[in-house]
């Protein structure tokens, strides 16, 4: 198929979420009333709005996360030589991981995975 | 640099956890203060059902007061009327018949076996665990068909008056109640492989929701949540009524003082009340059922105050008496109201998660504490 | 501790006390002005040291109100009821949610079901009842045509 | 019957018989979306009556069994039922990215079956960084999550948002290194060379121990990716009452969940293709006799079996364990899952090398 699948599925998926929500949009009686739109929480109206400064601490992880993924891309074409290339990737990569756990290390004394 | 990140006060949401809520097991409305997940602050609102339950027996006789307070602890309803009978009783001095007071004790601690496993599929379900829940239901329905068959009812049963119970056992009783504790026997062994021994859950309640001796003491905790952070508050130990100064039983005391400890020692309880139960079902005394009491009950003026252990902690019934045929004042003591009283104390500092598992180890009714 | 040993001690502590036995316990009448002092000293006197306070309430004698507390000491096992007269048009007491945290909310419900007002309790919002409501339930003399049913 | 490769290599040449190259390459284009569309629909409905059926069955009950036969048909009309119920948007929610997130899981879901090996020589597009591209696309559900969250204006979705945010990118890595794993011994990045190796055994049973680590921790990770109990976080149902998707209802509400157990079905055909060979039958070295009599049974029967043996695992999962609190999550990826994997990965390295492999 090559890469015109990629379009395919995309489109496929659009066409599949749009039909369903139009075809419900079909069939469903709409009705109006203000508490419906009021966001819920447990019955109670909210109090102040959800979208302001939120806690630091899932951020971090996104963080570090990103740290190790592009890390991890990296590895990828490591991955596939491996077995071609012998001891010396070894060797390599043992020096890639010692100079990523030190900077995992410094974010762990941190206490960047500390939750708080 | 992080840690002032962390602690800033402008991240901080307030959230209604209820009157809706999938785990206030009811209609418990808390007000918690967020920051990220770690709770600042927890307020109860209370309320929802509140019928004023109090002021309702203060219209309603002697003997019809009782049947009202199965509404109140629902879980424990038997013990509930139990207490209210015990205090009706002080009051006109009358003496229960042995065989009256043998299968009350019986009841209550059926009772008090179904209430524990509803909270322990409750409890597993707060924690995540869905399947446990089930397992419960199967059990308790053991339960309640025994209860079915005596009393005519499954959850509020109404099956005391004052004087003893309402009806004799029914023939069947001792036969399901031995096929009863040869099931239950093999099924909370199972409980403990499913949920206590598993390390997630450990790890969920281990240390989270610590409530030291002073703490349970200050806040008038009892029942397995004071006795779990030490405390020594066994009503039917300290001031045994009925036969339980005659009872071979062990009062469970934990010192972990964590919404673990509170899972073991209701967990102990179920076994302690089914050893009472298999002491007191072969022994069962010939004789009436029933003191005979006069058809309109008056109690005497004074103030008469009982005490029970219900499941989930000491209920007080405090009745003062003009002389009427109705009390001229009620106080129900009920163990859930001062158990929740510390739920603030024990969330504070602690995760969103940790507060749903907090309040799952209190065991709270919410009828029980609004009244 | 045997009644007559209770009442030596607490006479030491209040001499304008007066007892009753009548009842399953030791029964302590104090004024609400003197209330506090008293719950202090026998909450933290050694040979009393009744910590747990294992019921809270009030009851409306339509002349007046009577708060009733019901103590007992972990340690030493004996009881104590606690009484106090209020007035019924303006009911006052010191809040001893700093002495037992359990009254904290027993003192709150009591509070908006009999309008007693406790002197510095920190959070006497309404507990039970809507923010809105008006009367106190449980007073003798409140009518509610709506919510309330006569039997 | 059952050799889809034969099955759509017919359709290709009767396409191109009848009409010219590019409309043949059009009407298959559609075939494969119409496919696609359907695979994604029938997926939805099986696993949801499976998931029915398999929690019922751990939970002494029978579960449902009034619509259809055995109560078969119960996850159609579930689809009905949501399909004509109405979908609300809240008042203050961002309107374009609450009604765009679902939109996105779908994409994000539909776009990751590109690769996967259905059967012999059955695949959309076998592209040679198939599982580079897998981890990359694997990605893009956590976006549909946050936004899902962020836009309904609503404190539990965007604590829940938030934790799926933390959650899903942590687990990542690990499951990135355990498929490198797999990597590292086949030597190639693409999905029909990495099931072309395990012809004489599956990596499970010709990798050692270090191979069976990083299946193990595969499956933590992509139940946690996956959000799936004990790592339900983001909809941690007794804490957030709906997570994420609290104010999601009707149609976008189904789209979520559809995407969420094609996901669950992705996961695990990634898994049954790296460790238990795909659609590769079971093979035993140089047993010639013993294999060829395994393959006999058709190679997408292989597929999907296996596939929705690890669904069921990760269904048992979900029915028997409580769930983990946000920190402890984080705690088990950061401090034990990624550096065991980190050690795994240079164990798989010397095994690689040394060719202790079979």
Known sequence: MGSSSLIVLALAAIVFSAGAMIVSRIFVKRTTNPQKGEPYECGIPTEGSPWKQFSVGYYLFALIFLIFDVELIFLYPWAVVVKRVGWTSLIEIIIFFFILFMGFLYAHKKGALKWM | MIEELMTTEQGDLVINVGPQHPSTHGVLHLVITLNGETIKKVEPHLGYIHRSIEKMCESLSFRQFIYVTSRMDY?????NNHGCALCVEKGLQIEVPPRGQVIRVLMDELTRIASHVLWWGALAMDVGAITPFFYAFREREAINDIMEETCGARLTMNYMVPGGVMFDLHPNFQKKVHEFIQLFKSKVDEYDELLTNNVIFKARTRGIGMLSYEDAISYGCSGPTARASGVHCDIRKLY???VYSGLQFEEIIESGCDSYARYVVRMKEMRQSLSIVEQL???????????????VLKLPKGEFYSRVETARGEFGVYIVSEGGMTPYRIKFRSPGFSNLSALDHMARGQKIGDLVAIMGSLDLVIPDIDR | MSNEELKSVLSGFNPGLTFEESGEWLVANVEPGEFLSLAKQIRNNESLSFDYLFCLTCI????????????TSTSFRHHLVIKSKLDSSRPEIETVSNIWKTADFHEREVAELFGVNFLNHPDLRKLILPDEWSGFPLRKNYEDPVNMIKL | MWNLAGISESIQNGLNRALSPAWALTVEMI????SVIGLFAVLGLILVIMERKVSAYMQVRLGPNRVGPKGMLQSLADTVKLLVKEGLTPDKADKFLFNLA???AMIASMLLLVPIGFAKNFQIWDLNIGVLYLAAISSVSVISILMAGWSSNNKYSLLGAMRSGAQIVSYELSA??????IVILSGSLRISDIVMAQENGWWIFKGHIPVLIAFVIFLVAVTAETNRAPFDLAEAESELTAGFHTEYSGMKFALFFLAEYVNVFIVCGIGATLFLGGWMPLHIGTWKAFN?????????????GKTFFLIFVIMWFRWTFPRLRIDQLLNLEWKYLLPISMVNILLITLVAIMQWHF
């Open chain 4, 176 to 181: 990135g290194f355990s498929i490198l794993a």
């Open chain 2, 75 to 79: 879980l424990s309803s038997h013990i």
């Open chain 4, 102 to 104: 679902p939109f996105i």
């Open chain 4, 31 to 34: 075939i494969v979306g119409i």
């Open chain 2, 240 to 242: 045994p009524y009925e």
């Open chain 4, 292 to 304: 060829h009599i395994m393959d006999y049974i058709p190679s997408s029967i292989w597929f999907f």
């Open chain 2, 281 to 295: 079902i072969d022994n069962i005394p010939e004789g009436d059922f029933q003191a005979k009491t006069k058809a």
């Open chain 3, 60 to 71: 409306d004698w339509k002349t007046h109100l009577t708060m009733v507390y019901h103590l």
